[in-house]
């Protein structure tokens, strides 16, 4: 590979892992994490990282300039129950770092970037069972608004200026090794921890909010594969659906009581409803599958096995 990989925003719940696996890959000197505060110890030590303000732009001229870097990920972003509270943050700390990025791949510094978008640039007026690659867009919430805008103009920066900028639309993600970081599916996360501690949780999702969700391992694949794929099988500029496993809060309930007989959901609906009601509840990737070949490996009852795992191994360690 010519050229190091930076990965800024790499503290992030996706950022940690895609950080730990590209190290996996192409060895731990490659690649180059950063973020605005310090991360996970083994992120820490496993290799070169930065302290960097994703706004800055003359401070990532500079730590790209110092490792030779030629491809970027731009993990970092304000996330949507988050954004809701401090929107003009959300809004600047979301565009200007894309932009950043954009104009420095532009002027030939770098040569690939990835930076994802999400299922929250469709909106109330989406069909919602399985959304299509194309179709209506009217995000809601202020995160939704910043990567639809993002959405147009890294097309934008590729047909007008050639950039190779790749991007998928996450689900909801779900992981045992960070922590939840602010969005409107973290009650999937969550739910675990509770289960596991105490046998019963109340979930700020309605008991049917049916929402598009992937474990962590799939995301960090589906990751890694886009960008990996060849650039003339990269068809779509702006962000690519993405899809694994969509359910409700009383569906995974239902499997996690497989495991834990004892356990209870209960409900109470917080202002996060409002959001995932304007979210579609599963997704049509079928243009990803065609394109690069996109294919997840687990399910709904792989993804409750392991999480049920991993969750209660690190309690454990922990307690």
């Known amino acids: 590979m010519a050229g190091r990989i930076l990965i800024i925003g790499a503290c992030g719940q996706i950022g940690t892992e895609l950080t730990l696996k590209l190290r996996e890959i192409h060895g731990n000197d490659q690649v180059i994490a950063s973020d605005i505060r310090e991360g996970a110890e083994e992120l820490m030590t496993s290799g070169p990282f930065e302290i960097l303000n994703a706004t800055d732009d003359a401070h990532i001229r500079e730590v790209i300039k110092e490792y030779e870097v030629k491809v970027v990920y731009l993990m970092a972003a304000m996330l949507s129950a988050t954004a809701e509270k401090a929107p003009m943050k959300a809004w600047d700390l979301n565009m200007d770092s894309l932009f950043h990025i954009l104009n420095i791949a532009k002027e030939g510094i770098i040569d690939k970037i990835f930076w994802p978008s999400s299922i929250a640039v469709f909106g109330p007026t989406t069909p919602k069972d399985d959304t299509p690659q194309t179709t209506i867009m009217e995000p809601t919430t202020v995160y939704g608004i910043s ?51 105490h046998s019963k949780y ?45 359910f409700t809060p009383e569906v995974l309930a239902n499997e996690i009581k497989k495991h834990i007989a004892d356990f209870e959901i209960s409900y109470a609906p917080d202002f996060r409803q409002s959001i995932a009601e304007s979210w579609p509840s599963s997704i049509d990737d079928t243009t990803a599958r065609e394109d690069w070949g996109w294919e997840p490996d687990f399910d709904l009852e792989k993804m409750t096995t392991t999480m049920l795992e991993g969750v209660g191994n690190t309690l454990k360690e922990n307690a």
């Not at 890294?154 to 639309?169: L, N, P």
């Not at 008991?207 to 890694?224: G, H, S, V, W």
């Open 202 to 246: 109340t979930s700020f999702l309605a008991e049917d909010a049916a929402l598009p969700m992937m474990y962590m391992d799939d995301a960090i694949k589906a990751t890694i594969d886009i960008m990996e794929a060849p650039a003339e099988k990269i068809k779509v500029r702006s962000s690519y659906n993405l899809a694994a496993i969509s």
């Open 147 to 197: 990567k639809q805008t993002g959405e147009r103009w890294c097309e934008y920066f590729h047909r007008k200026f050639g950039v190779d900028v790749r991007s998928i639309r996450y689900p909801g993600i779900i992981s045992y090794k960070t922590l939840p970081g602010g969005g409107t599916t973290d009650y999937a996360i969550e739910i675990f921890h509770e289960a596991l501690k």
